[in-house]
T-cell receptor, first 116, second 113 residues
Framework: AQSVTQPDIHITVSEGASLELRCNYS??????LFWYVQSPGQGLQLLLK??????LVQGIKGFEAEFKRSQSSFNLRKPSVHWSDAAEYFC??????????????FGTGTQLKVEL | DAGVIQSPRHEVTEMGQEVTLRCKPI?????LFWYRQTMMRGLELLIY????????DSGMPEDRFSAKMPNASFSTLKIQPSEPRDSAVYFC???????????FGQGTRLTVV
């Protein structure tokens, strides 16, 4: 069974500082990996995804993530954080098998606070 | 496209009452998913459909929960009878196929008192 670990429950960074949110996954085959962001009272918005190919993927809002198979990681990064980035971030792995759609398993989330 | 549409956005009901949550997926999407989000358990998949057919309902917590998808543009999640521990945010999501990401609705915040 697949699983996702986000070791940091809360992270606080200053506006303009760089950000890295950690994500480790467990999955027997090539994973489909996602980062979603959730603002208070809102649904989940996709930031970026990795299915195959280039291991460094670019997403919306200036985010990027790097897939490292050897480390089973898919960490999210942003070079300069804006106050509007304060939200909860979820890493997810999808089953992606034939007929399985993207049956997602989510991590527990990382709550990002941005200090002005 | 308006995205995945869920209704109602908020629902407050008394214990023992029936609750029905509704979802309209994005047109052309073949998969529909129901997720539940709680503080204790995070985001968990309850059930998903492919082409209106339930494929995996192993996440449905109890027989009190049921889901249907009578056509490609509508799905319901029903809880009967509801209990306070069912209080959560319920999300519906859809995607085109295995090679595309899932799009989420805004969620329904259910409170059972």
């Amino acid at each position: 069974a697949q699983s996702v670990t986000q070791p940091d429950i809360h992270i606080t960074v200053s506006e303009g500082a760089s950000l890295e949110l950690r994500c480790n996954y467990s999955y027997g085959a090539t994973p489909y990996l996602f980062w979603y962001v959730q603002s208070p009272g809102q649904g989940l918005q996709l930031l970026l995804k990795y299915f195959s190919g280039d291991t460094l993927v670019q997403g919306i809002k200036g985010f990027e993530a790097e897939f490292k198979r050897s480390q089973s990681s898919f960490n999210l990064r942003k070079p300069s954080v804006h106050w509007s980035d304060a939200a909860e971030y979820f890493c997810a792995v999808g089953a992606g098998v034939t007929g399985g759609g993207n049956k997602l398993t989510f991590g527990t989330g990382t709550q990002l606070k941005v200090e002005l | 496209d308006a995205g995945v549409i869920q209704s109602p956005r908020h629902e407050v009901t008394e214990m023992g009452q029936e609750v029905t949550l509704r979802c309209k997926p994005i047109s052309g999407h073949d998969y529909l998913f129901w997720y539940r989000q709680t503080m204790m358990r995070g985001l968990e998949l309850l059930i998903y459909f492919n082409n209106n057919v339930p494929i995996d309902d192993s996440g449905m917590p109890e027989d009190r929960f049921s889901a249907k998808m009578p056509n490609a543009s509508f799905s319901t999640l029903k809880i009967q009878p509801s209990e306070p521990r069912d209080s959560a945010v319920y999300f519906c999501a859809s995607n085109k196929n295995s090679y595309h990401e899932a799009f989420f609705g805004q969620g329904t915040r259910l409170t059972v008192v």
